[in-house]
């Protein structure tokens, strides 16, 4: 198996098209084409993990977070990157990073830190923007269900819970070829007026050429009337943070426990404690203050994140319990998530997760 077979079933389930600008998600090196020895999934790829891949005969590295963030200019060995990434590249291992994208959809990080939770009803906490697009396009009547299938097929209709979505109504349609022309129906050069289905389909941008292209391999027109309109809608389903509920109201307290123990933490930073029962919490995994005025907009009573600088806990003014719990605590069910994605994907493959701890921070609690 080459590595991109790997990389496919990656950007399956978080497609590159959802990272944020900022980030370098993908493959940092080592070739697609590559026949792929075995995979070892971390949250970094240090070179300690690293050589515990060449050790364990994985020359594919899937790391959460991208070794490579900011361009390089010089490789020459003088920092921890640097040091990787040669080492990289001297042994032939490629590093796949699945980072933001990663983030952002439904099944992605903070839906694991959810799990661990015992969240209910969860639902993106700052769903993106400029996504979706509208498909507009004429089929002769009796040719739309199979046209509208392959759209489907190729990735369009889909709103939230709901597949093959798609509106249709029957109408007029003109056209008049060029002497140059070969229509379908009709005859070049003159005017044709044909019973046709309209088809509306949404979709999402980043699945754009390939909707298109199966829209054209299915309709028998030579050549293709459609349009493509971009909307404002939110894409529920892609977007950062998560807002979810426990299903009986839970007490402050009990809350930081059970974070305690379902994390192994030595610590927790928060903000003073409200006096209240708990329901509904937003989490993000990583570093998270950009999303504080959104889980507070959403009414959320609690948010639990980590990278929370001091001025940012002022941020909850009392209506809500900042928790800051940990980077890397905060993210390290994500190799578990990647693993196990994987191990379904490729049930016969060495799918394996790195057994190196790659937290840089401890705590001295005196
Ligand atoms: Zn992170």
Not at 16 to 25: K, P, R, V
Not at 192 to 199: A, G, M, V
Not at 225 to 253: K, Q, R, W
Request: aromatic fraction near 10%.
């Amino acid at each position: 198996m080459k590595i991109i077979n790997i990389i496919r079933e990656l950007e399956k389930k978080a497609p590159l098209a959802f990272q944020e600008s900022y980030d370098n998600a993908g493959l940092l090196t080592g070739s697609p084409e590559m026949l792929c020895s075995g995979i070892l999934c971390t949250l970094d790829a240090t070179i300690e993990v690293l050589k515990e891949a060449m050790e364990k005969g994985c020359n594919l590295v899937v790391a959460h977070h991208p070794i490579v963030f900011k361009g390089l200019t010089k490789i020459t060995g003088k920092n921890y990157v640097e040091k990787a990434i040669i080492y990289a590249i001297k042994h032939d291992i490629a590093i796949y990073a699945i980072h933001t994208n990663l983030d952002n959809v439904l099944n992605g990080v903070n839906f694991s830190i959810a799990q661990r939770l015992g969240l209910i009803n969860t639902t993106i906490l700052s769903p993106k923007n400029n996504q979706l697009a509208k498909l507009i396009t004429y089929a002769p009547i009796g040719t739309a269900e199979d046209i509208t299938q392959a759209l489907f097929n190729a990735g369009a209709g889909h709103i939230s819970e709901y597949s093959e979505c798609s509106f249709t109504v029957n109408g007029m349609g003109s056209y008049m070829g060029s002497a140059q022309s070969n229509p379908t129906i009709g005859k070049p050069g003159v005017k044709q007026f044909t019973s046709e289905t309209k088809i509306e389909v949404i979709l999402p941008t980043y699945l754009q050429s390939q909707v298109i292209e199966a829209l054209k391999n299915k309709h028998p027109y030579e050549e293709v009337a459609y349009y493509v309109i971009p909307l404002l809608n939110e894409y529920v389903t892609v977007g950062s943070g998560l807002l979810g509920e426990f299903s009986a109201p839970i007490d402050e307290m009990e809350l930081l426990t059970l974070l305690k123990d379902h994390f192994n933490l030595s610590v927790i930073k928060h903000t003073p404690l409200l006096n209240q029962k708990i329901t509904k919490i937003a989490v993000c995994g990583g570093a998270g203050s950009f999303l504080i005025q959104a889980a507070l907009r959403a009414g959320a009573q609690y948010f639990i994140s980590s990278d929370i600088k001091y001025h940012e806990f002022f941020d909850a003014e009392n209506r809500m319990v900042i928790a800051d719990i940990g980077h890397w605590e905060s993210e390290q069910y994500t190799t578990e998530l990647l693993f196990s994605y994987l191990t379904t994907k490729f049930p016969n493959f060495a799918v394996l997760k790195t057994a190196i701890n790659t937290n840089p921070v401890r705590y001295f609690l005196g």
